[in-house]
């Protein structure tokens, strides 16, 4: 009887998985003015990283269940 082969599974690498970073915690505490707008910077670059990140997640799922 002739094998049938299977088609190759659908791989997507876990490091296209992975989770977006936290947002960044303030301190309990008075901080200065600077401080504020370091932490205030530091959320911002995470949230922008992870919007990135998250549309290179979908085209590169999608170019891999094609």
């Known amino acids: 009887m002739p094998s049938v ?4 599974k659908q791989h997507v ?3 296209v998985l992975a989770e977006c970073a936290g ?3 303030v301190p309990h505490r ?3 003015y600077d401080e504020a707008g370091r932490l205030w ?3 911002r670059r ?3 990283d992870c ?4 549309h ?3 085209l590169t799922i999608k170019a891999l269940t094609r």
């Open 5 to 8: 082969a299977e088609p190759p």
């Open 23 to 25: 947002v960044v915690d």
């Open 46 to 48: 995470r949230s922008g």
């Open 51 to 54: 919007k990135r990140s998250n």
């Open 30 to 32: 008075f901080i200065s």
């Open 13 to 15: 690498d876990p490091s």
């Open 56 to 58: 290179a997640k979908a």
């Open 41 to 43: 910077a530091e959320d």
